[in-house]
């Protein structure tokens, strides 16, 4: 697991490289190579995991000399894949001399055989050709700038921030981020600075100096998918049991030891009884708890569970008290605003984890392959009770109180008969006239990004499974996992996630969405399986995720200092968004009308966007 950092016609130093020296402590390098008129500048920091030695060094040439590659990321079948490539003289038992190898024999298409994450860059020396690639799932993120004859290129903005200062606040992404609180790819709130899609193959021409589409390994993935009515319970059953089993398995590869998140919920829990059976050590777990009221804090139950699963097991309580600055921080770290608050609990969890492990398994991914949103369920009895949703929407001034925000919202939603605009509408953050008061003449009415992955889904298959599918390649890629990424990457060390192992989401894809959803049980199937690992106590105890007190913090001690931040002198937002409208809001909490707490967690995200812009690092 690393960071990579590369140019075309746009040199850079070790200034620039140290930026993401947090992605890899262990060591870094920058080549650079020139031709004809043209340099080409490849930077790396490792975090070494597979293969200690200097055999793993990056950037790396492969065996031949004509391909150089920098690589972020981990191959979990690389040495299946080694075993196509006899004739090489491999000098380690790095992934990295595994994959630059082969794509050199197999040609650039070969990498929708890679079974992992990953960001990167590969050169073909001899036909001047440069090629960036994403992972299936977006795990590991890869930022570019292109723009006539210069491309750079980097695991994180602020490297292309610094070599390309003055860029500005993205306006139709800013529009599309108040509607579903983060940017689908390719958009950031950067303009000029686009994200590879997941799955994206993109190929750079130094002859040409074009930029193009090489392929999208997800389009014939998704295009495919098709539900397989024929098989019974337990055959899902038995067959989602071995796929996690071999993904968990597959993922503890290393010359490291390998930890999990431990909450106190089903999915990591899984994963950690999994991977304890595949450690030659007592698994050490991590969880965060938060002071306030009870229903946030979960580390007794997570404690609990590490006591039945036998971890060495490590927590840490959070309060108010330094919200405020490491949210400054985790937005400076993420880069790109969210409105998911829990970045603050990754950070704070990952930095607990940093001291004892390098690896650390998490449960992100399950909730949208085995269907395990409230807003699943919502769906899937949203014909049987159309009718009385109209009805309500008639009298949805009888539900106008903040406090029913979530109805509200379902009402707004359900009774839309489009399915993109329907499932954009349950993204949605800022309703239409809520953006209109906030952005004034800023306001744009737009298709937001989603629609790219949802035309890819066939048509024969039901909204439900749209749902999970789109879910699946969009806001858990940008969304969950990118903060994922940057929060534990931000303190060294690297996030895995077996449940989007390629061939266990391949499988979980054929389910019908009734042994998903089955009498009202979310990740039915999944539970199912989970008995064979965990006792009852752990399936079935309700689970409170990163779920953090924000909303009392909001409404009480922390409201003066948000209203200070969004509205100060100092502050940049009210050059985008309208500053009345900003104080209304933050008044709304304190006066106990608003209870969406996402609503000023966006606002205070872009303000620290910002920021960061204006610092050009």
């Given amino acids: 697991m690393c960071g990579i950092l590369g140019s075309v016609n746009k040199t850079f130093e070790n200034d620039t490289l140290e930026l993401i020296s947090h992605r890899g402590p262990d060591d870094s390098d920058i080549v650079k190579l020139v031709h004809q ?53 491999f000098r380690g038992h790095s992934d990295t001399e595994t994959i630059v190898n082969y794509i050199e024999k197999f040609g650039i298409d070969s990498i929708r055989k890679f079974n992992g994450i990953f960001g990167l860059a590969i050169f073909d020396i001899e036909h001047q050709k440069l090629y960036l690639a994403r992972d299936r799932f977006g795990v590991k993120p890869l930022y570019y700038y292109h723009n006539d004859k210069e491309l750079i290129f980097s695991s994180e903005m602020k490297p292309i921030l610094k070599l390309v200062p003055n860029l500005k606040l993205d306006i139709d992404a800013l529009n599309e981020y108040l509607v579903l609180r983060y940017n689908p790819s390719p958009k950031t709130m950067v303009q000029n600075i686009k994200k590879v899609y997941p799955g994206e193959i993109l190929e750079y021409s130094l002859n040409q100096y074009t930029l193009n589409r090489v392929t999208n390994i997800n389009e014939k993935l998704i295009s495919s998918i098709k539900i397989d009515e024929s098989k019974s319970e337990a055959y899902w059953v038995d067959a989602v049991s071995d796929a996690l089993e071999s993904a968990v398995e597959r993922q503890m590869i290393g010359d490291v030891e390998v930890g999990s998140f431990l909450s106190g919920g089903i999915d990591s829990a899984l994963i950690t009884a999994i991977a304890s059976k595949y450690s030659k050590h007592k698994i050490k777990t991590y969880c965060i708890g938060f002071n306030g009221s009870a229903k946030f804090n979960e580390a007794n139950d997570a404690k609990r569970s590490a006591e039945i ?48 492990t390098k690896v650390i398994l998490a449960g992100q991914g399950a909730d949208e392959i085995f269907m395990g949103y409230g807003k699943y ?59 209109q008061r906030l952005l004034k003449s800023r306001f744009i009415n737009q298709e937001t990004g989603v629609s790219y992955f949802y035309n890819l889904i066939p048509n024969e298959l039901n909204a439900l499974d749209k749902m999970s599918i789109l879910d699946t390649y969009t806001s858990l890629s940008d969304e969950l996992l990118m903060y994922g990424d940057k929060m534990t990457m931000a303190t060294s060390i690297e996030m895995r996630v077996p449940f989007l ?56 001690e922390l409201n003066g200092d948000i209203m200070e931040l969004l509205t100060s002198k100092e502050s940049l937002i009210a050059n985008y968004v309208d500053k009345k409208e900003i104080e209304q809001i933050v008044l709304n909490y304190k006066n106990r009308m608003e209870f969406d707490v996402r609503k000023i967690y966006l606002l205070m995200s872009i303000e620290h966007l910002l920021q960061l812009l204006k610092k050009s690092i």
Avoid: C
Avoid at 42 to 67: C, F, N, T, W
Avoid at 326 to 348: C, D, R, V
């Fill in 37 to 89: 008129n043209n340099t080409i500048s490849l930077g790396h920091v490792r975090l070494a995991i597979q293969d200690l030695s200097e055999a793993g060094h990056q950037p790396m040439y492969s065996a031949s000399k004509k391909y150089i590659i920098i690589f972020n990321g981990e191959i979990y079948n690389h040495l299946e894949l080694r075993e196509e490539l006899k004739e090489i003289e």
């Fill in 309 to 356: 699963l036998g971890t060495q097991h490590y927590d840490i309580i959070a309060n108010s008290n330094e919200y405020m600055k490491i949210l400054e921080k985790s937005t400076y770290i993420n880069e790109e605003p969210n409105g998911t608050e829990n970045t603050f609990a990754q950070y704070e969890v990952s930095r607990l984890g940093a001291k004892y």
């Fill in 377 to 435: 369920s919502a769906e899937l009895k949203r014909e049987k009770y159309l009718l009385l949703i109209q009805l309500a929407k008639q009298f949805k001034f009888l539900f106008s109180s903040p406090k029913y925000h979530k109805l509200q919202r379902a009402i707004y939603s359900l009774t839309e008969q489009d399915p993109l605009k329907r499932f954009e509408k349950i993204y949605t953050v800022y309703q239409e006239e809520e953006r």
């Fill in 501 to 556: 192992d390629n061939d266990l989401v391949s499988l979980v894809q054929k389910i019908p969405h009734h042994y998903k959803i089955k009498n009202g049980i979310h990740k039915y199937i999944l539970k199912e399986v989970a008995k064979k690992y965990l006792p009852d106590e752990i399936i079935n105890r309700p689970k409170k995720g990163f779920d953090m007190p924000s909303l009392e913090w909001f409404q009480n």
